[in-house]
């Protein structure tokens, strides 16, 4: 009796732990493994995403440096051109003074004319980086919000700075070179120095009152007015110009920082 009670008790009591331990196991040895490849990916997407950063940065950085490069470029065009069209102002107001225009023009004035009368200066970009900022979507490449507002707006200021110097074009082609023809004058394009003065022996002498009569200085007032606007215009571009390499000057140092 008591040693069937005892086999029951054996029997019906609590079963070895030792398969339970077993499973336990495996399933911590699964979920280590799981965690182990979900570590493994999500570190694998950290080194691509830092890479890709990286690569991000180093366009960046290029891409600013040939902005920075064009832009000092295409300042130096504009106060080539700004000194032009001063220029251009100082050469008609000269005409414009001469009282009691008659007689054969001097060298001097022969110079002038042949300016004013036949040339134009107009600006012309200098485009690689500047151009892939408008036209390729390179400007996503830029960080800085402020310096991306200035670059996006640097064709609306290009432009402004333009219409000035379209309507001298238009001044030239339609009233100015009609004008000489009509009077029948010859104003040959002189490409000599500033500094040089010349005579023209062999052509045709220019008269004074041929071309400063009323209508001639009409003419040459309006022109200084477009001069002097084209001037205001190429410092506006200038300054906007100087604003843009001050900016990437602060993202270039802030970038050799971090």
Do not use: C
């Amino acid at each position: 009796m008591g040693s069937d009670g005892r086999k029951q008790e054996h029997a019906g009591g609590p079963v070895p732990s030792g398969g339970g331990s077993a499973g336990h196991k495996a399933r911590f040895k699964w979920l280590a493994e799981a965690a182990l490849i979900v570590v493994s990916i999500l570190l694998a997407f950290g080194i691509e995403a830092l890479w890709d950063e990286r690569g991000q940065r180093a366009d960046e950085l290029r891409l600013l440096q040939d902005l920075q490069a064009e832009l000092v470029e295409n300042r130096a065009v504009l106060e080539g051109d700004r000194g032009t069209h001063e220029l251009y102002a100082r050469e008609a107001a000269a005409l414009l003074a001469v009282q009691n225009p008659s007689g054969p023009a001097d060298s001097a004035q022969v110079y002038f004319l042949s300016r004013l009368f036949n040339t134009r200066v107009t600006f012309q970009p200098v485009g690689g980086a500047l151009s892939r900022i408008t036209q390729s979507g390179d400007l996503a490449l830029i960080s800085d919000s402020d310096l991306r507002a200035m670059l996006a707006d640097w064709p609306r200021s290009v432009t402004e700075n333009s219409e000035d110097e379209i309507r001298i074009t238009n001044l030239l082609d339609t009233h100015l070179r009609p004008f000489v023809v009509r009077q029948g004058v010859a104003i040959t394009l002189l490409d000599v120095p500033q500094s040089h003065m010349i005579d023209l022996p062999d052509g045709p002498q220019v008269r004074l009152e041929q071309v400063l009569d009323e209508e001639g200085r009409g003419l040459l007032a309006l022109r200084i007015s477009l001069e002097r606007l084209a001037v205001r215009e190429n410092g506006r571009l200038i300054e906007a110009i100087d604003r843009i390499l001050t900016r990437i000057e602060v993202v270039l140092s802030r970038q050799g920082a971090s």
